[in-house]
Protein backbone atom coordinates (compact mmCIF):
# COMPACT_ATOMS: atom_id res chain seq x y z
CA UNK A 1 0.00 0.00 0.00
CA UNK A 2 1.11 3.88 -0.99
CA UNK A 3 1.90 6.43 1.88
CA UNK A 4 -1.14 7.57 3.61
CA UNK A 5 -0.74 10.91 1.63
CA UNK A 6 -0.51 9.20 -1.96
CA UNK A 7 -3.75 6.87 -1.00
CA UNK A 8 -5.87 10.77 0.39
CA UNK A 9 -4.76 11.50 -3.29
CA UNK A 10 -5.53 8.90 -5.34
CA UNK A 11 -9.20 8.39 -3.58
CA UNK A 12 -9.87 12.21 -4.30
CA UNK A 13 -8.87 11.16 -7.68
CA UNK A 14 -11.27 8.51 -8.54
CA UNK A 15 -14.00 11.09 -6.96
CA UNK A 16 -15.33 8.80 -4.49
CA UNK A 17 -17.42 10.55 -2.12
CA UNK A 18 -19.64 10.06 1.05
CA UNK A 19 -23.04 8.10 -0.19
CA UNK A 20 -21.36 7.03 -3.08
CA UNK A 21 -21.22 3.17 -4.39
CA UNK A 22 -17.99 2.19 -5.06
CA UNK A 23 -17.08 -1.50 -7.22
CA UNK A 24 -13.46 -2.40 -6.26
CA UNK A 25 -12.81 -5.11 -9.03
CA UNK A 26 -10.03 -7.82 -7.74
CA UNK A 27 -9.24 -6.64 -4.73
CA UNK A 28 -6.99 -8.93 -3.54
CA UNK A 29 -6.04 -8.00 0.19
CA UNK A 30 -8.94 -6.07 0.63
CA UNK A 31 -6.12 -2.23 1.22
CA UNK A 32 -8.55 -0.40 -1.16
CA UNK A 33 -11.90 -1.97 -0.16
CA UNK A 34 -11.37 -0.63 3.36
CA UNK A 35 -10.17 2.69 2.06
CA UNK A 36 -13.15 3.48 -0.12
CA UNK A 37 -15.75 1.78 2.96
CA UNK A 38 -14.52 4.86 5.05
CA UNK A 39 -14.91 7.30 2.40
CA UNK A 40 -18.25 6.47 1.42
CA UNK A 41 -19.51 6.02 5.09
CA UNK A 42 -23.12 4.44 6.12
CA UNK A 43 -24.82 6.24 3.40
CA UNK A 44 -22.31 4.46 1.14
CA UNK A 45 -21.62 0.72 -0.54
CA UNK A 46 -18.74 -0.90 -1.67
CA UNK A 47 -18.95 -3.88 -3.32
CA UNK A 48 -15.98 -5.88 -3.12
CA UNK A 49 -15.80 -8.06 -6.66
CA UNK A 50 -14.08 -11.11 -7.15
CA UNK A 51 -13.79 -12.55 -10.70
CA UNK A 52 -14.77 -16.03 -10.41
CA UNK A 53 -11.93 -16.62 -12.94
CA UNK A 54 -9.61 -16.29 -9.76
CA UNK A 55 -11.62 -17.20 -6.70
CA UNK A 56 -9.98 -20.76 -6.67
CA UNK A 57 -6.86 -19.18 -5.62
CA UNK A 58 -5.08 -21.08 -2.89
CA UNK A 59 -6.16 -17.53 -0.49
CA UNK A 60 -9.39 -17.81 -0.87
CA UNK A 61 -9.77 -14.61 -2.24
CA UNK A 62 -14.22 -14.43 -1.86
CA UNK A 63 -13.43 -15.64 1.96
CA UNK A 64 -11.17 -12.98 2.33
CA UNK A 65 -13.67 -10.21 1.40
CA UNK A 66 -16.52 -12.11 3.39
CA UNK A 67 -14.12 -11.85 6.61
CA UNK A 68 -13.41 -8.08 5.51
CA UNK A 69 -17.21 -7.51 5.60
CA UNK A 70 -17.47 -8.92 8.64
CA UNK A 71 -15.06 -6.19 10.49
CA UNK A 72 -16.46 -4.08 12.65
CA UNK A 73 -17.83 -0.50 10.71
CA UNK A 74 -17.95 -2.39 7.47
CA UNK A 75 -21.25 -2.89 7.34
CA UNK A 76 -21.23 -0.89 3.90
CA UNK A 77 -19.06 -3.61 2.55
CA UNK A 78 -20.68 -6.95 0.27
CA UNK A 79 -17.98 -9.37 -0.95
CA UNK A 80 -19.91 -10.71 -4.13
CA UNK A 81 -18.12 -12.99 -7.11
CA UNK A 82 -18.96 -13.44 -10.39
CA UNK A 83 -17.85 -14.11 -14.08
CA UNK A 84 -15.43 -11.21 -14.71
CA UNK A 85 -17.79 -9.54 -17.37
CA UNK A 86 -21.13 -10.92 -15.43
CA UNK A 87 -20.10 -8.03 -12.98
CA UNK A 88 -22.90 -6.15 -13.37
CA UNK A 89 -25.17 -9.20 -12.20
CA UNK A 90 -24.10 -9.28 -8.95
CA UNK A 91 -23.73 -5.12 -8.14
CA UNK A 92 -25.92 -2.33 -8.20
CA UNK A 93 -25.85 1.22 -10.20
CA UNK A 94 -21.83 2.88 -9.42
CA UNK A 95 -20.67 6.02 -9.13
CA UNK A 96 -16.91 4.32 -9.60
CA UNK A 97 -15.14 1.25 -10.31
CA UNK A 98 -11.75 1.22 -9.44
CA UNK A 99 -9.34 -1.10 -11.08
CA UNK A 100 -6.17 -1.04 -8.91
CA UNK A 101 -2.93 -3.02 -10.89
CA UNK A 102 -5.40 -5.40 -12.60
CA UNK A 103 -6.36 -4.08 -16.02
CA UNK A 104 -3.29 -6.21 -17.46
CA UNK A 105 -4.71 -8.96 -16.54
CA UNK A 106 -7.41 -8.84 -18.47
CA UNK A 107 -5.20 -9.90 -21.41
CA UNK A 108 -3.94 -12.89 -19.28
CA UNK A 109 -4.73 -16.45 -19.87
CA UNK A 110 -6.21 -16.67 -16.71
CA UNK A 111 -8.83 -14.09 -17.38
CA UNK A 112 -9.35 -15.07 -20.60
CA UNK A 113 -10.03 -18.78 -20.05
CA UNK A 114 -13.39 -18.29 -19.89
CA UNK A 115 -14.05 -15.99 -23.14
CA UNK A 116 -13.39 -12.68 -21.76
CA UNK A 117 -11.94 -10.25 -23.43
CA UNK A 118 -10.86 -6.66 -22.09
CA UNK A 119 -13.75 -5.22 -24.51
CA UNK A 120 -16.46 -7.28 -22.97
CA UNK A 121 -14.99 -6.41 -19.22
CA UNK A 122 -15.27 -2.50 -20.21
CA UNK A 123 -18.77 -2.83 -22.15
CA UNK A 124 -19.64 -4.52 -18.54
CA UNK A 125 -18.37 -1.96 -16.58
CA UNK A 126 -20.03 0.87 -18.96
CA UNK A 127 -22.91 -0.78 -18.43
CA UNK A 128 -22.82 -0.92 -14.37
CA UNK A 129 -21.31 2.97 -14.37
CA UNK A 130 -24.38 5.32 -13.55
CA UNK A 131 -23.97 8.67 -16.13
CA UNK A 132 -20.98 10.62 -14.88
CA UNK A 133 -20.06 7.66 -13.31
CA UNK A 134 -16.13 6.98 -13.20
CA UNK A 135 -14.16 4.48 -14.47
CA UNK A 136 -10.63 4.28 -12.43
CA UNK A 137 -7.62 2.75 -13.64
CA UNK A 138 -4.33 2.44 -12.09
CA UNK A 139 -1.64 0.39 -13.57
CA UNK A 140 2.04 -0.78 -14.24
CA UNK A 141 3.10 0.78 -17.37
CA UNK A 142 4.76 -0.84 -20.31
CA UNK A 143 6.92 0.29 -22.97
CA UNK A 144 5.75 2.92 -25.12
CA UNK A 145 4.43 1.15 -28.07
CA UNK A 146 4.05 -1.79 -26.74
CA UNK A 147 0.23 -2.30 -26.66
CA UNK A 148 -0.82 -4.93 -24.69
CA UNK A 149 2.49 -7.26 -25.82
CA UNK A 150 4.05 -7.58 -22.26
CA UNK A 151 0.39 -8.29 -20.41
CA UNK A 152 1.12 -11.64 -19.86
CA UNK A 153 5.05 -11.79 -19.42
CA UNK A 154 5.74 -8.83 -17.77
CA UNK A 155 2.86 -7.87 -15.86
CA UNK A 156 2.41 -4.04 -17.45
CA UNK A 157 0.86 -2.48 -20.04
CA UNK A 158 1.33 0.44 -22.49
CA UNK A 159 -1.22 3.04 -21.14
CA UNK A 160 -2.14 4.29 -24.59
CA UNK A 161 -3.55 1.04 -25.65
CA UNK A 162 -5.51 1.59 -22.22
CA UNK A 163 -7.03 4.63 -23.38
CA UNK A 164 -7.62 2.81 -26.80
CA UNK A 165 -9.60 -0.05 -25.54
CA UNK A 166 -11.83 1.73 -22.79
CA UNK A 167 -12.22 5.16 -24.90
CA UNK A 168 -13.81 2.47 -27.76
CA UNK A 169 -16.39 1.49 -25.26
CA UNK A 170 -17.73 4.94 -25.01
CA UNK A 171 -16.13 6.29 -22.26
CA UNK A 172 -14.41 9.48 -22.44
CA UNK A 173 -10.94 10.61 -20.86
CA UNK A 174 -11.81 13.10 -18.19
CA UNK A 175 -7.83 13.20 -16.09
CA UNK A 176 -4.83 11.67 -16.48
CA UNK A 177 -2.41 11.79 -13.21
CA UNK A 178 1.40 11.29 -13.07
CA UNK A 179 1.84 11.10 -9.42
CA UNK A 180 2.82 7.47 -9.58
CA UNK A 181 4.84 7.84 -12.75
CA UNK A 182 8.94 6.47 -12.47
CA UNK A 183 11.17 7.80 -15.37
CA UNK A 184 13.56 5.58 -13.73
CA UNK A 185 11.71 2.26 -14.63
CA UNK A 186 13.41 0.33 -17.15
CA UNK A 187 10.01 -1.18 -17.98
CA UNK A 188 11.53 -4.25 -18.70
CA UNK A 189 11.11 -6.39 -16.00
CA UNK A 190 8.48 -7.58 -13.73
CA UNK A 191 7.00 -5.49 -11.11
CA UNK A 192 7.83 -8.25 -8.33
CA UNK A 193 11.63 -8.04 -9.10
CA UNK A 194 13.31 -7.00 -6.06
CA UNK A 195 14.76 -4.10 -7.62
CA UNK A 196 11.59 -2.43 -9.04
CA UNK A 197 9.53 -3.57 -6.40
CA UNK A 198 6.49 -0.96 -5.07
CA UNK A 199 8.17 1.47 -7.36
CA UNK A 200 7.38 0.63 -11.14
CA UNK A 201 6.25 3.29 -13.50
CA UNK A 202 2.48 4.09 -12.77
CA UNK A 203 -0.15 5.19 -14.78
CA UNK A 204 -3.50 6.67 -13.41
CA UNK A 205 -6.90 7.21 -15.52
CA UNK A 206 -9.69 8.43 -15.02
CA UNK A 207 -12.70 8.35 -16.97
CA UNK A 208 -16.14 8.90 -17.58
CA UNK A 209 -19.46 7.50 -18.84
CA UNK A 210 -21.43 10.29 -20.27
Same mark, same amino acid.
Given at each position: MYEQSTVSELTRFARATAGATVID /??? =???????? !??DVVGPEGRVYSFVPAEVAHFKN??? =??MRTLAKEPGRE??????????AMPEVT???? /?VWLHLFYHDLHTALMQA =???TAAQFNRAVFERLKPGGFYVIVDHAAAAGTGTNDAQTLHRIDPAAVRTEVEAAGFVLDEESTMLANRDDPHSIKP !??????GKTDRFAYRFVRP
Open positions: /VYP =GDGDWTRV !FSDPV =GLNVEAVSADLVQPAD /V =GGA !FDPSIK
